[in-house]
């Protein structure tokens, strides 16, 4: 299996900045990228096994929706602990896919783990007691995202779960500042500079589409889940659990 490689993709100046794909070239760095981006994301995939062990259903399935290169579907795997459990694991991009089924062939897990390369938007959740959405539903266009949300939630059986992370924005406009600030700041703390800075956030500019955490919240509900709310938060990232 390829080793992973230290994130430069926006090291240097750019003469244009193009939109942000989960390309091969994005697959190469993605794990030291998503570290040095995304405050508290260790945390959140720590306790996405902690919540698998305690709401995972026996004779059910697991989603990890825009699964990338398998981190979420590796702590569900590795935490639960009911029987007779199979995950399943759904990103669009084709790089993905393929660097996350040597992840998943070179791991110890028992649990069987199914890789699809799709649109989330095309799969039908079924006999679910766990779905993540770990920064995924993001890069879903507005328009589309309660009807993805009602989806999982048709699919899950009673008492099941769903994980939302996600980069969000926030209506005050001075918090919304210090929240941006202070990310910028981790971002250089993790050794970015500022024109890497500058040119990632060119790059995904209206590509990720943030909302606020009342925006979640309301949609969740209306999606059909009975108990929504933010579990954790570290600056403008947050990650809601949401129970049918």
Not at 115 to 144: D, H, K, R, W
Not at 221 to 229: I, Q, T
Request: some cysteine; aromatic content about 8%.
């Amino acid at each position: 299996m390829q080793k992973h490689q230290p994130d430069t993709i926006y090291a240097n100046p750019l003469a244009e900045v193009n939109r942000f794909a989960f390309d091969e070239r994005v697959v190469d760095v993605f794990p030291d990228m998503i570290k040095r981006s995304v405050p508290g994301y260790a945390t959140i995939i720590n306790m996405i096994g902690n919540l698998a062990e305690r709401y995972v259903q026996a004779n059910s399935n697991c989603y990890d929706l825009g699964c990338s290169l398998g981190a979420a579907t590796l702590a569900m795997r590795h935490r639960i602990q009911a029987a007779d459990c199979k995950i399943i694991g759904v990103d669009n991009s084709a790089a993905m896919i393929s660097r996350c089924q040597q992840v998943i062939a070179a791991d110890s897990g028992e649990i069987p783990v199914e890789l699809l390369e799709a649109p989330i938007q095309n799969i039908s959740i079924e006999n679910g007691s766990m779905v993540v959405l770990n920064f995924t539903l993001q890069f879903i266009t507005t328009e589309e995202r309660l009807k993805v949300l009602e989806n999982i939630c048709s699919g899950l059986n009673s008492g099941g779960v769903l994980i939302l992370s996600e980069k969000v924005v926030f209506d005050d406009d001075p918090h919304q500042q210090l929240m941006t600030e202070l990310h910028h700041n981790f971002k250089r703390a993790n050794g970015y500079s500022d024109l890497e800075i500058a040119q990632k956030r060119t790059a995904i500019e209206d590509y990720l589409i943030p909302e606020t955490l009342d925006t979640h919240r309301q949609r969740l509900r209306a999606a059909g889940f009975s108990s929504v709310d933010v579990w954790f938060q570290c600056f403008n990232f947050a990650s809601l659990i949401a129970i049918k």
